[in-house]
């Protein structure tokens, strides 16, 4: 079964403190991994898509790295508004076509 | 250019009702993924709509209906609603059906069953 985890569930920094976001997939034909932010009350606002192991993207603060069982989120400096909840997921291929399997989330605050 | 829509964005709902939730995707998008998302069991996946088709089904049972209109807007419908279902519905939309798109959200219906 196509399973996506991602720790930790919690995460406090203090502003400027760098951490980074884990998510372990075990998947069958996995497409592409995605990361995303949510904020309360909101629909997840997309960030990265990667492909392939080895394979970097970098926004702002944020930088999305990939390998063949993992994904690593880093967060540099981060600041109260990167407060949010951290979604990642894995696009599939299953006996039923197309599928996005997502992973529970990583709360994130960062404190002023 | 405008993002997913979803109306309403609030609902509330007594057991044994039926509602319909609708969804426009982006402009130019074509496929319509629906999601529910609680507290306890985070994002699952609904279904998937391309070209008025069904292409894909989550692991949910037949309350949960959808469908998708020729100009790629889409509506979910649970009938005989129970208090489990209280959750947000989101869409999502994506260019094509193709294993490299992206897929954009909308806010989300946020239904409450009383």
């Known amino acids: 079964e196509d399973q996506v985890t991602q720790s930790p569930e919690a995460l406090r920094l203090q502003e400027g403190e760098s951490s980074s976001l884990n998510c372990s997939y075990t998947v069958s034909g996995l497409r592409g991994l995605f990361w995303y932010r949510q904020d309360p009350g909101k629909g997840p606002e997309f960030l990265f898509t990667?492909?392939?192991a080895g394979e970097e993207k970098e926004k702002e603060r944020l930088k999305a790295t990939l390998t063949k069982k993992e994904s690593f989120l880093h967060i540099t400096a981060p600041k109260p508004e990167d407060s949010a909840t951290y979604l990642c997921?894995?696009?599939?291929?299953?006996?039923?076509?197309?599928?996005?399997?997502f992973g529970p989330g990583t709360r994130l605050s960062v404190l002023p | 250019k405008a993002g997913v829509t979803q109306t309403p964005r609030y609902l509330i709902k007594t057991r044994g009702q039926q509602v319909t939730l609708s969804c426009s995707p982006i402009s130019g998008h074509r496929s319509v993924s629906w999601y529910q998302q609680t507290p306890g069991q985070g994002l699952q996946f609904l279904f998937e709509y391309f070209s008025e088709t069904q292409r894909n089904k989550g692991n949910f049972p037949g309350r949960f209906s959808g469908r998708q209109f020729s100009n790629s807007r889409s509506e979910m419908n649970v009938s005989t609603l129970e208090l489990g279902d209280s959750a947000l519905y989101l869409c999502a939309s994506k260019p094509g059906w193709g294993d490299t798109d992206t897929q954009y959200f909308g806010p989300g219906t946020r239904l409450t069953v009383l």
């Open positions: 990667l492909y392939s």
């Open positions: 997921a894995v696009q599939v291929v299953d006996n039923y076509g197309q599928n996005f399997v």
